[in-house]
């Protein structure tokens, strides 16, 4: 069982940036999960945003966040961040994090263990 606590959402206007965190309460487990994010709109299904191996070797981003979004760990601080850049308002959306004792996955239910959710709201 591991606990996920997502932080670094909030408003910024079009072409800002934001760096998202997800912080891990069990490291032996963390070192060993591949982590994604996701995010979910009003109205729309949880989609895939990035993810990333146990070991960061393997990453995997969606095509709409491709050369924007960068998905970083670290082990030592069982953190998964997003870094977030030139967002755009259709990046509006509460935002994932989420765990899987396994490769890297790009749909929900590949992944066993979730986080609350962090609000991120871009202006235009």
């Known amino acids: 069982q591991v606990q996920l606590v997502e932080s670094g959402g909030g408003l910024v206007q079009a072409g800002g940036s934001l760096r998202l965190s997800c912080e891990a309460s069990s490291g032996r487990t963390f070192r060993s999960a591949a982590m994604g994010w996701f995010r979910q709109a009003p109205g729309k299904e949880r989609e895939f945003v990035a993810a990333?191996?146990?070991?960061?070797?393997?990453?995997a981003y969606a095509d709409s966040v491709k050369g924007r979004f960068t998905i970083s760990r670290d082990n030592v601080k069982n953190t998964v961040y997003l870094q977030m850049n030139s967002l755009k308002p259709e990046d509006t959306a509460v935002y994932y994090c989420?765990?899987?004792?396994?490769?890297?996955?790009?749909?929900?239910?590949?992944?066993?263990?979730w986080g609350q959710g962090t609000q991120v709201t871009v202006s235009s």
């Open positions: 990333i191996s146990w070991s960061g070797g393997n990453i």
């Open positions: 989420a765990a899987v004792l396994g490769p890297i996955g790009q749909y929900p239910h590949e992944y066993d263990y």
